[in-house]
Structure formats: C-alpha cells, structure tokens
C-alpha cells in the first residue's frame, strides 16, 4: 500500500505533488519499507508528523538529544573493544596490543564455565575453556590477566552477571595489590541478571537471590568504589535474541525501573545511586530505527526518573549507554561485507549519542576475532570519529521530522510494553510467565520467516550472493590449553592456607542465609583468601539453589 | 522408562510415530535464538519436536532421545566447544547401542570442523544463514518414508 504521507482536513498537498506522485511508477520488489521491527514507516514525512513541544537542547531534561550540552565536541566515547580469550596471559597480551592501538578503555569477555560460576576442572567446563573469552578461576588469574595495566588509569569493562559479584571481588582485590584505593576504581560491571533470564540466559541461582546479589553489589559500590558502574542494564542480548527495537527498549528499560525498585525496597535514596546506573544497548542495520531507539531511551528514562521516582539529582535522570554493534546481523557468507555492516551501525550508535562503543570485527561470525579483524573494526570507530565530522554537531538528526515521529512512536510502544509487564506483576513474574521470552522468541521467528520469503534481503545470504566466498584466518583456540589453565587451578588450591580458605566459604553460606547481610565484603574476603570462582559460587548454590527454565519453543 | 532399563531395540524406534526429533542445546551457552527458530520450523513442517531446553549434557540428550523414542538429534552449540561436545553425543549413542539415530547440528562451526565432525559420525551440519527450508529438505531426503506433511 502506498502511504504517502501524512495529510489532515487543513493539510492538503499542492494538486500538481499529488498527480505527479499518482503517475509515479514505485518499485515492486515485495520487500518490506516497514522498519526492521515492523514499524511503519510512510514515504515522506512532514511537520504534520511531529508532536508539537518545546524547545529541546542537549544537556538538558529529558535528554533527548544527549546528556551533555556539548555532545562529542566536549569528549568523544571511549571506544571500547569486548575482548578476552584463551588465557588470562594471552589475553593480558591482546589489552596491551589494543591500548597500544590507541583504545580508550578496556572490556573484558570471559569463557563459558567463568560466566557460569564454575571452575576449570568442572566436568562440563570440558571444550568450552577459553574459547568464548578468557579463562578466570582465582585471584591468581585476574592478576595475570592485568599484569602492567596500571588500574587506576584504565576503565574496565566486565561483562559477568550471575557471578559478577565475584569477579568484581577479584578486580578490587587486583586493585589492592597495585596500591590502588577502591575510590579510584573505574569501570562497569554488567552484572545484570534480569536480561539473563529473559534472554542470554545465563543465570544460576533463582531470581530473588540472583536481585539480592545485585543489590548488595549496588549498595556496596555506593558506599566504597564511587566511580565504578555496578550494573549495565542492558538491551543486547535481548535484541541479540531475536527482539524488536521496541522491546529491547522496553524490556531493558522495564529491567532498569526493577533494580531502581529493589534497591529502594533495600532502603537506599534513588539519587544515592541511580547515577551509577548504566545502559548497554545494540545498535543493528536499520539505521533510523536505532537512533530513534537510543534518543526515546534517554527520554523514557529521564521522565521516570523523575516523575515516577522523585530523583532530584539531573545525574539520576540521565541515562548513560554503551553501545555493541550487531552481532547477529553479520554474515558467515563474504564476511569482509560485515566491515560495511558494522561501521553502519556504529555510526547510528554515534548519532544517537553513545558514551562507549564497541565495533564487531568481521570474523566474529565464525570465531573471536583475530588481531587484524579486531584492528579493522577499531579503525571503524576512529574513522567516523575524525574523518567524517560526524561528531562535530550533537544530536544532528534532532528536528527531522521522520526522526521526531520514530522516536515518539518508540516511546509510544515502550509505554504499552510496560503496561503489559505491570498488569502481570512486574519484571520478576513476567519472567516466570515467560511473556518476555515468548515475545522475543515470535519476533525471532517472524524475522526468520521474512527472509525466508525475501521480504528482507542479506546480502551475501539470500540475495547478491557469491559462488566463492573468502576464506578469512580465524582464531583457534588450542585444546591443549585446557590442560594447563586445570594445572595453574590446581596450583592454586595447594599453595593457599586451605584452612582460611574454608572459613572464608563457611561465612559466605551463613551470610548467604541471612538477606539483611551484605555479602560483597566476605566474597572479597573469600577472593583474597584464593578461593575459587567456582568454590564461592558453589557455597551460595548451597543456600540459595538452582534455577532452571521451563522450555518454551 | 528410567535410566537403568534398556534402550528399545534398534529397529523398533521410530515405527509408531512420525519422525520425532530431539532439539537440545549442548554445552554452556545460552544461545538459543537458532535452536527454538528451527524447533518452530520442524514442528510447522509437520515433524514431532522435543526441544530439552538448555545446558544439556552429552548423556541428557542421548538419554531424552532413547526416552523420546526419537530418531534424530539435533544439536546447537555456540561458544565454540562443538568439537568437544558433538562427538561426545556420538559417542554416547554408541555406547548405548544406539548408532541407528542420526545427529546433525547447527552453530558458529568453521568449514574444517565441519569436515571432521562429518568423519565423526555427525550426519550434517548447518551454519548461520542456512534456509529453514534446506533443513527441512534435508530431512525429508534423509527420511523419505517419515516425510512430513509440507507446511501449511
């Protein structure tokens, strides 16, 4: 159907526009002009489309061009490349190599059995030991993984969640050594376990303990490490998933109101730590869609804040985010094409205003990505950051009518979204009633379908492709390091005063078993005591138990 | 049936019923976007499917096959650890007498690991950006008397 554009009884178009647009032949090719997440989207979009408000500058309420008034003319985002793999020595070496490239902080990605509480020698850590991410079971570990990175000069970024108050623990106790005073700690922990259960799934204990945990870690970096981001609430993995913009949005946004709820339940003050809050979002192809998303986010957030919550500080309004390019949007087939894909997207992520980025290399379709690929795809930032002037002017695209009318339609749905979540009870019962899940799960499938039939094109997959494919070098990851990094964990557990070590775990069980405890302090006192990741996890598994999902299709 | 029973013989499985497949996710990782887009595509085509849910063992998958009287497997794997994990199922169904039922998979697996897995004893294995219909189709060659009925 041909929409137009938008014409009211007051509004019509000059006689000689319509007839030359009724005369007009239009392409046929059965592709979708709705966006990626089935928005419509009309031809041409005009002042009629756009809600009358006032005025709106960056910096300032809500934030829907920026959270600073001079956007990236004040300071650029700090371009922060997820990297880890094999072992804490082989990765230590690649952070080097990136720092040395001229990245501005660091971002650490750890194998399957670390984000999943378990040690090395776990039985079912076979085959999986540092070929995700970096391999991580004690303090020994971390230390080596930041071996001549000065702490108190670098931001780290980890991405860890149900475990992530261990490995925090593990990062401060490093801090320690080199001197350096939790207040000059920096960084983010992602550590948020809402999205695990809705979408990356990567959880272990139930979820009132799993929010208990993140609470604890909240409360404990209000009160000692000030500078640090205790949780990065984030929309990733959900979009990653299978979601819609519209639902990465809201869910993530849903999530975020959830822990600001949690940790007033817990009885702190919204403006003593709604400021450390951060955000993580995607940025994927359709390139309009996106910047709408990440402006209506800091809109959304901004009006809730205050309004809904009292915050009076401006920092507890503004929404900060990290922004990922789109992992499942590249392409096993002609990968060198996902170069194309990923500066596209990371320049939305740009236009939209994000604090950091991170540009996915072209192989990381088929593996983690080698030196070269990871290069390339940093090169991609530091191009759009000094070659294409784009971060010269904030908020370039505010005032477009289309922009304008996407951004409002996106709040519009993100709205219903948390209608539909509190009319189940919130975050935590949607979740048990899978709503969330199910609802990424039909956006999936609807996607798919849509390819399948050619409504949506990917180059290279199901249209303009290639007979010969390059071969692109990938990174292995040898098996035999499996073997070495079980000695060093081994190493570990005979060299400590094992004694200690035991009581250390015995006071987590009962503080464990005691919600008003905070439990950050004896997991640090655990890790300095070499307690195992795996060991600490494992003695909150003995009083809060185990989660498992009920499987949907 | 419990664990310690034994498996229906071989040549019984799979004669009572259309052709019924057991989806599972082996290994750690949560990735189960692929796994449920091809449950949904199988069970639309008319296959029975049984999907296990995540983090399932080598011995859970075998154990649900035999439980499910399935003839196929299904395997999908993201964090890198297929060739550890997907010749341990085949060697699984070997040790419980059970060769006769087929295991393809699917996942981020380079073309060389593909080669190897298929020397393995993996029937086929399908990549990022494979039609849900070459799957379909697949088994249909594969099980020409079990063919399901097409898609509405």
Redesign the interface.
């Known amino acids: 159907m041909r929409v137009r554009y938008h014409r009211d009884a007051a509004g019509e178009a000059p006689e000689s526009w319509d007839s030359e647009y009724e005369a007009t032949p239009m392409r046929d090719d059965g592709i979708e002009t709705a966006t990626l997440s089935g928005m419509d989207v009309k031809m041409l979009y005009t002042s009629r489309d756009v809600e009358a408000r006032p005025e709106e500058l960056s910096g300032q309420y809500p934030y829907t061009r920026g959270i600073h008034k001079t956007g990236y003319r004040g300071r650029l985002w700090t371009m922060r490349q997820f990297s880890g793999f094999a072992t804490a020595a082989e990765t230590n070496r690649r952070y080097k190599y990136l720092l040395a490239s001229g990245q501005t902080g660091l971002s650490v990605a750890f194998d399957?059995?670390t984000?999943?509480g378990q040690d090395s020698d776990a039985p079912?850590?076979?085959?999986?030991i540092g070929?995700?991410g970096v391999a991580i079971d004690s303090l020994a570990d971390m230390e080596t993984l930041f071996e001549g990175i000065p702490l108190a000069e670098v931001s780290t970024s980890m991405t860890i969640n149900s475990p992530a108050a261990v490995l925090f623990c593990m990062y401060l106790a490093v801090a320690e050594k080199q001197g350096v005073p939790f207040t000059n700690v920096n960084g983010t922990l992602q550590n948020d376990i809402l999205k695990?259960f809705i979408a990356?799934?990567?959880y272990i204990f139930p979820p009132e303990p799993s929010m208990r945990l993140v609470v604890d870690s909240i409360e404990y970096c209000t009160a000692e490490v000030p500078r640090y981001n205790p949780v990065s609430i984030s929309g990733y993995h959900i979009r990653?998933?299978?979601s819609t913009a519209a639902q990465e949005l809201a869910f993530t946004l849903a999530d975020g109101f959830a822990y600001v709820d949690a940790c007033i339940e817990r009885g702190m003050a919204v403006d003593d730590f709604a400021p450390r809050l951060s955000f993580f979002f995607d940025a994927h192809i359709d390139f309009f869609e996106e910047i709408a998303k990440f402006r209506a986010a800091r809109r959304i957030w901004a009006r809730h804040m205050r309004e809904r919550y009292g915050a009076r500080d401006e920092r507890s309004w503004k929404l900060r985010f990290h922004t990922q390019t789109a992992g499942?949007s590249l392409?096993?087939?002609q990968p060198q094409l996902n170069i194309a894909r990923t500066a596209l997207e990371a320049l939305a992520a740009v236009l939209g205003g994000t604090q950091s980025l991170h540009t996915n290399a072209m192989d990381e379709?088929?593996?983690?990505p080698t030196d070269k690929a990871a290069q390339v795809a940093l090169r991609t930032q530091q191009m759009i950051a000094y070659e294409t002037g784009v971060a010269n002017t904030v908020d370039p695209l505010g005032g477009s009518y289309f922009m304008e009318n996407l951004t409002d339609r996106m709040e519009e749905e993100a709205e219903a979204y948390f209608e539909r979540i509190d009319s189940l009870g919130g975050v935590i019962p949607a979740i048990e009633a899978a709503f969330m899940q199910r609802e990424?799960?039909d956006a999936?499938?609807r996607h798919?379908q849509e390819v399948?039939q050619k409504r949506r094109l990917?180059v290279g997959?199901?249209e303009f492709m290639s007979d010969q494919d390059d071969?692109l070098e990938?990174l292995r990851?040898p098996?035999g390091l499996e073997q070495e990094q079980v000695q060093r964990l081994h190493e570990v557990r005979r060299s400590r005063d094992e004694a200690r070590a035991n009581r250390a775990l015995e006071r987590i069980r009962e503080a464990a078993a005691n919600p008003n405890q905070n439990l950050m302090p004896l997991i640090l006192d655990a890790v300095r005591a070499s307690c195992t990741e795996g060991e600490i996890m494992g003695a909150m598994v003995d009083v809060f138990g185990l989660y498992?999902?009920?499987?949907?299709? | 049936m419990t664990a310690s029973s034994a498996p229906p013989p071989p040549t019984a499985r799979g004669k009572a019923h259309p052709l019924r497949i057991v989806m599972a996710k082996v290994?750690?990782?949560?990735?189960?976007?692929g796994v449920?887009?091809v449950?949904?595509?199988l069970?639309d085509a008319g296959y029975e499917?049984v999907?296990?849910?995540?983090?399932q063992?080598p011995e859970m998958v075998v154990e649900a096959a035999l439980q499910e009287d399935a003839q196929v497997i299904g395997l999908s794997l993201h964090?890198?650890?297929?060739?550890?994990?997907f010749p341990?199922v085949v060697e699984e169904l070997r040790k419980r007498d059970a060769t006769d039922i087929v295991v393809f998979g699917g996942g981020?697996i380079?073309?060389e690991d593909i080669a190897e897995l298929k020397k393995l004893g993996v029937a086929e294995l399908f990549?990022?950006?494979t039609?849900?219909?070459d799957i379909v189709e697949w088994l249909r060659g594969r099980f020409p008397e079990t063919a399901a009925a097409p898609a509405p």
């Open positions: 399957m059995p984000l999943m079912t850590s076979r085959g999986e070929h995700c695990e990356q799934k990567e990653e998933a299978g499942v392409t096993a087939q379709v088929l593996a983690l990424i799960a999936a499938f798919q399948e990917v997959v199901n071969e990938i990851i098996l498992t999902e009920k499987a949907i299709i | 290994g750690l990782d949560g990735h189960d976007r449920k887009v449950a949904r595509a069970r499917v999907y296990t849910g995540l983090r063992t964090s890198g650890a297929h060739m550890t994990l341990a981020i380079p073309d990549t990022p950006g039609p849900l219909k």
